[in-house]
């Protein structure tokens, strides 16, 4: 039997810390990256939108011959995952399975000893939706959950223009550390790639959780728990890389993380 991939799938480039922490941490399985630059950002989208544009996203990862898809973008996890989950699933792809990263951030914020009022950095779209509070409250009832949209944030960011994001961001995070804090959640894929700007800016007693640093350990602990689907992936080591546009931030940041050799391959996901 022909063995497929793990695919990653970010609205835009913040996916790529992801994908090179978990590549780092498991490097022996083949992926595959799919970034939607073309229509980044999703934050500012209706639920319905996004939905569509992760059924695409998805789809064309399974076509790749993904067995299982990280929806690393926030905005999509926290938006549409469920129903993909729920309908779009058991209905098309039965055998296949689509992970997100809201409760995996939510699980491991809650374990943190000090985390008694968290606050939460996100897209519009995502602080909307209301599921960090959702998962939080559901695992530690007595959490007081504070949720900031920060909308500006990850245009600067796509467009490398991190000194104009910069003072978005300090504001946003002073805005926070007058709730009295204790944890940040950098509940977007996009802010961990300013994260030593952001931990500067808390302090050492504020505890930054970002999901670079989470989400290969919850994925090795699912494949240890899933046998039935890690038999299933390839590890010949293959890194292949979409995006629905190429832009020169998203070409720079990939072959420095990954290296000068990798190749971009432009691609149409609508359908
Ligand atoms: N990937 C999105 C997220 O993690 C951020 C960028 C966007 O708005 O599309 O929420």
């Not at 480039?13 to 970034?35: E, F, H, T, W």
């Not at 894929?189 to 800016?201: E, F, G, M, S, V």
């Not at 590890?235 to 940041?253: C, H, P, W, Y």
Request: some cysteine; glycine content about 6%; charged content about 25%.
């Amino acid at each position: 039997m022909r063995k497929g991939t793990i695919g990653i799938f970010d609205s835009g480039l913040g996916g790529l810390l992801i994908a090179r922490s978990v590549i780092q941490k498991l490097p022996r399985y083949d992926y595959a990256y799919l970034g939607d630059t073309k229509r980044v950002p999703y934050g500012d989208r209706s639920e319905e939108e996004i939905y569509t544009f992760l059924r695409e996203g998805v789809e064309f990862l399974f076509k790749q011959g993904c067995v299982l898809v990280i929806v690393a973008c926030n905005t999509a996890s926290a938006n549409a995952l469920r129903k993909i989950q729920r309908r779009y699933l058991p209905r098309y792809y039965p055998n296949r399975r689509v992970l997100g990263v809201i409760i995996p951030a939510a699980e491991y914020a809650v374990l943190q000893k000090r985390a008694k009022r968290v606050g939460i950095i996100a897209t519009k779209a995502t602080v909307a939706s209301g599921a960090y509070r959702r998962e939080i409250k559901k695992l530690a009832p007595r959490t007081r959950v504070f949720q900031l949209a920060t909308p500006l944030l990850v245009p600067f960011i796509e467009a490398n223009r991190l000194g104009e994001a910069q003072p978005i961001l300090e504001r946003a995070i002073r805005s926070l550390l007058r709730k009295r804090i204790d944890t940040l959640l950098l509940g977007c894929t996009h802010y961990p790639l300013l994260k030593r700007t952001i931990r500067d800016c808390c302090g050492k007693r504020i505890n930054v959780i970002a999901q670079d640093e989470i989400i290969p350990r919850k994925l090795l602990t699912y494949l240890l728990r899933h046998p039935e689907i890690e038999k299933r992936i390839g590890t010949r080591g293959q890194r292949k890389f979409f995006v629905t546009d190429i832009t020169e931030n998203f070409s720079a940041l990939a072959s420095r993380w990954f290296g000068k050799s990798i190749v971009l391959k432009k691609t149409t996901i609508e359908t």
